[in-house]
Structures are given as structure tokens and as C-alpha cells.
């Protein structure tokens, strides 16, 4: 079973710091990588999507892949009220069968102090 | 309509009763799923519909029975369920393509069972 490790807060941080959510995966072969959000009673939303190696930004957000530690993390740079939600981490690998699947991990819950 | 909608939203249910959950996708893509998410659980994979073959099941119960008619289309019918299958009901879609996989949400539909 290939599994996907994040830790579930709550993380807390302040108004206008930067939030740094960490996901680590079990497996080598994953190749694709994305982060999904949250909010209490909805469903999740695609926030930001990586497949190499290095830095990816997208306004104030930044994900970031190392393929060699199998981790992935996304930052939140000045930091938002409005960014408080669940941030999911998931990983596609490949099955035996050759088709696609999409693993989850549980979820960091980012809280940001007003 | 537009992306993904399902019905209902909300379903208490005994566990003697039968009753089933619809999921539209309006985007045109080409492959659909269920998730089930309980509270401290990473989102559970049910089901994988691509181009209206079932592709994956993940081992579920089979008082879950889900039924892909279409490439828009797809229901979960729920048969003598347990309290512990009370949770989130989550459909989603997405166009699958060589290793990326933009799943988009619907709603979801909260199920309790008595």
C-alpha cells in the first residue's frame, strides 16, 4: 500500500508569516504531485500541481519537490484568515495494472491567527 | 449546471434501507470516482470508472454497488449499511492524461446511518 504522510496539525501561524505544510511519500516511482484545500464542509479544490524537481510558484504560493528525500511541501507566503482550511497532499503513482492512481494523505489543518 | 454536482446532499438512512447516490460531471471528462472521507481518515478511493469501465475497486464492501451508464454519469447504491459507513461521500472526475490527473470535486453527500 503506498502511503502518503502528513502531519495533522493543527498549524497555527500568525497573520502575514509564511505557512509551510510538509508531505512525504513512500513511493520512488510517484510522478506527479499535488496539493488540494480544504475548507470545513466543502470539498477539495486543486491549489497548486508539481512533477519536477525544485520550486514551483504560483502567486503566494510555492510548492516544493525533492524527489531524492520524497518530499514535497507547499508554502504560504503572508499568510491570509482566508487560507485557513485542510491542505491535502497527493501523489499519483503507477498500479501494477498500469493504471493511475491517486493516493491522499490525511491533511495538515492551517489555522492563521488574525 | 457546471463541474461537478451530486445528489443528495444530505441522507440519513437505516440499516435495512436501500438507497443510491448520483454524481454528474459536466466537464466532459473521461474518468470518474468515489471517495469516501471519515473524520481523521485520508480520503478512501472506492471506486475508478475510466471511459465507463470500472478499473478499480479497492476491495470495498459490497453493500456499496456503484454504476458508471455513462461518461457523465454515476451512482453509488447503498445496500444494509453499517454505522460505521456514515461519512462523506465525495465524487469527482477528471481527464485522465499521461500523469496528470486534475481531479475536481463535487459537493459531496453526508450519509448517516442509524
Known amino acids: 500500500q503506498k502511503e502518503v504522510e502528513q502531519n495533522s496539525g493543527p498549524l497555527s501561524v500568525p497573520e502575514g508569516a509564511i505557512a509551510s505544510l510538509n508531505c512525504t511519500y513512500s513511493?520512488?516511482?510517484?510522478?506527479?504531485f499535488f496539493w488540494y484545500r480544504q475548507y470545513s464542509g466543502k470539498s477539495p479544490e486543486l491549489i497548486m500541481f508539481?512533477?519536477?524537481?525544485g520550486d514551483k510558484e504560483d502567486g503566494r504560493f510555492t510548492a516544493q519537490l525533492n524527489k531524492a528525500s520524497q518530499y514535497v511541501s507547499l508554502l504560504i507566503r503572508d499568510s491570509q484568515p482566508s487560507d485557513s482550511a485542510t491542505y491535502l497532499c497527493?501523489?499519483?503513482?503507477?498500479?501494477?495494472?498500469?493504471?493511475?492512481?491517486?493516493?491522499f494523505g490525511t491533511g495538515t489543518r492551517l489555522t492563521i491567527i488574525p | 449546471e457546471t463541474g461537478v454536482t451530486q445528489t443528495p446532499r444530505h441522507l440519513v438512512m437505516g440499516m435495512t434501507n436501500k438507497k443510491s447516490l448520483k454524481c454528474e460531471q459536466h466537464?466532459?471528462?473521461?474518468?470518474m470516482y468515489w471517495y469516501k472521507q471519515s473524520a481523521k481518515k485520508p480520503l478512501e478511493l472506492m471506486f475508478v470508472?475510466?471511459?465507463?469501465?470500472?478499473?478499480e475497486n479497492n476491495s470495498v464492501p459490497s453493500r456499496f454497488s456503484p454504476e458508471c451508464p455513462n461518461s457523465s454519469h454515476l451512482f453509488l447504491h447503498l445496500h444494509t449499511l453499517q454505522p460505521e459507513d456514515s461519512a462523506l461521500y465525495l465524487c469527482?472526475?477528471?481527464?485522465?492524461?499521461?500523469?496528470?490527473?486534475?481531479?475536481?470535486f463535487g459537493p459531496g453527500t453526508r450519509l448517516t446511518v442509524l
Open positions: 469527482a472526475s477528471s481527464q485522465v492524461s499521461g500523469g496528470y490527473n486534475e481531479q475536481f
Open positions: 513511493d520512488r516511482g510517484s510522478q506527479s
Open positions: 508539481i512533477y519536477s524537481n
Open positions: 497527493a501523489v499519483i503513482w503507477i498500479s501494477n495494472f498500469g493504471n493511475e492512481k491517486l493516493t
Open positions: 466537464l466532459g471528462h473521461n474518468a
Open positions: 470508472y475510466s471511459l465507463e469501465e470500472r478499473v
